[in-house]
């Protein structure tokens, strides 16, 4: 099994930034895409960003130029620094990859288990 654990989620005022980072564990043979999606009360789920075992990264319109993804091959880690807060980006924001276990021929997709982000205005 592949396991993903989010943290640095919190409260914050308009203006602000957050880091929220995930790390990937267990009978990982293989990383793909890493990225980071989140959902509002009430709404779907959507994404906010992802990054490609190159580096190669993609971000919502709504979050270009104010969040910026990384990742740490190595570390099996992927990051998402957040400035410039705005009370809409309030939601609860989770991690997912795209990784093949030790004893699977696929990648299969993987989430995390959500960490909260409020922004107040």
């Known amino acids: 099994q592949v396991q993903l654990v989010e943290s640095g989620g919190g409260l914050v005022q308009a203006g602000g930034s957050l880091r929220l980072s995930c790390a990937a564990s267990?009978?990982?043979?293989?990383?793909?895409?890493m990225g980071w999606y989140r959902q509002a009360p009430g709404k779907q789920r959507d994404l906010v960003a992802t990054?490609?075992?190159?580096?190669?990264?993609d971000y919502a319109d709504s979050v270009k130029g104010r969040f910026t993804i990384s990742r740490d091959n190595a570390k099996n880690t992927v990051s998402l620094q957040m400035n410039s807060l705005k009370p809409e980006d309030t939601a609860v924001y989770y991690c997912?990859?795209?990784?093949?276990?030790?004893?699977?021929?696929?990648?299969?997709?993987?989430w995390g288990q959500g960490t909260q982000v409020t922004v107040s205005s």
């Open positions: 990054i490609t075992s190159g580096g190669t990264t």
């Open positions: 267990g009978s990982i043979f293989s990383i793909g895409a």
């Open positions: 997912n990859a795209a990784a093949r276990a030790r004893w699977s021929s696929e990648f299969l997709n993987y």
